[in-house]
């Protein structure tokens, strides 16, 4: 353990799955696999979209939107841990280990209000319907993006910037990224205003949008029930059952890791939610996706049509 202030320290050490370092081959091939699998779907749904102009809607500007962010979400984590398997404990400069941790905030807080931004969407395609591409014009969709993307930014910065200038009494981080909260365990003394800031901004990027997603589906249900037809209602609900899924598993694994106190953290348990939402998420959200949409579906058989033709 390294006592006082380190102020001046230059670099930290990432202990990664040290503890089970007999597993590391095994677990370097499985991820590996993963990530490389989890950016070829994420192209694929991205490409499909762009190619067929049918799919031109603000649902799948949104959706194309969804799968750069997994990539490059992916990105930030993925090549860490891959780094930590094979050489076991990876020492990090400061100035790296912040910009991974502002990489990871951004694109995470940035995702949490895409979701939020794509129940909207959901929201005036089933409940105003006849006004829908009037609301739902180019320019709304490209400022709803937009401050998806700022407020990843104005988060990102305040963590590290205030984690950062804090000092620091420790080198060694429990984990195999630069995550927030084993980065709390190295400040010195008490940590509680951090604790609270945690809390406080994990408030404003994943409960303020969350409600205004439950908001928007409270409403798409109410209007799906008062429909005429059983038909319409399913065809309804199947527009949004694959956003309510991706939403319900991004938020439940996100939310059980910063919304709660620091005591009730432990280190395993949270590796493990730290992969749930950061490596399994982002590879099941274009599986998701192409498997429960008709016309993403439709697409991708009529390109797999015009590729045997060509062969």
Same mark, same amino acid.
């Given at each position: 353990m390294i006592l006082g202030n380190l102020s001046g320290l230059s670099e930290f050490r990432l202990l990664g799955f040290s503890g089970i370092s007999h597993l590391h081959p /095994? +677990? #370097? &091939? &499985? /991820? %590996?696999?993963?990530? =490389? +699998? !989890? +950016?070829?779907a994420n192209t694929m749904i991205a490409l499909i979209i762009k190619s067929d102009n049918s799919l031109h809607t603000p649902m799948y500007f949104f959706l194309t939107q969804l799968s750069c962010l997994d990539i490059c979400y992916l990105s930030v984590v993925i090549p860490a841990i891959l780094e930590n398997l094979m050489v076991g404990t990876v020492s990090i400069s400061k100035t790296r280990c912040a910009m991974q941790m502002f990489s990871f905030l951004f694109f995470g807080v940035a995702e949490c209000f895409l979701l939020a931004a794509m129940s909207l969407d959901r929201y005036f395609a089933i409940c105003y319907p006849l006004h829908y591409t009037i609301i739902m014009s180019s320019r709304l969709c490209r400022s709803l993006v937009a401050g998806s993307y700022i407020c990843?930014?104005? &988060?990102? /910065? =305040?963590? !590290? %910037? =205030?984690? #950062?200038s804090s000092p620091l009494c420790g080198s060694a981080i429990d984990h195999f990224f630069c995550e927030i909260q084993p980065l709390l365990d190295l400040l010195c003394g008490s940590t509680f205003p951090s604790e609270i800031q945690v809390i406080v901004v994990a408030v404003f990027a994943i409960l303020s949008p969350f409600l205004l997603i439950i908001y928007s589906y409270i409403h798409i249900i109410s209007t799906i029930l008062h429909m005429a037809s059983a038909e319409s209602q399913e065809k309804a609900f199947s527009t949004c059952s694959s956003h309510l899924l991706v939403v319900t598993l991004f938020y439940g694994t996100a939310g059980s890791m910063y919304l709660r106190p620091k005591y009730s953290y432990r280190a395993a348990v949270d590796k493990f939610l730290s992969l749930s939402y950061s490596v399994v998420t982002p590879l099941l959200n274009p599986i998701i996706y192409s498997l429960r949409n008709k016309e993403v579906k439709r697409a991708l058989k009529k390109k797999w049509t015009k590729s045997k033709l060509v062969w």
């Open positions: /095994l +677990l #370097f &091939v &499985v /991820l %590996l696999s993963l990530y =490389i +699998l !989890t +950016l070829m990843g930014t104005a &988060v990102g /910065l =305040i963590h !590290t %910037l =205030i984690t #950062f």
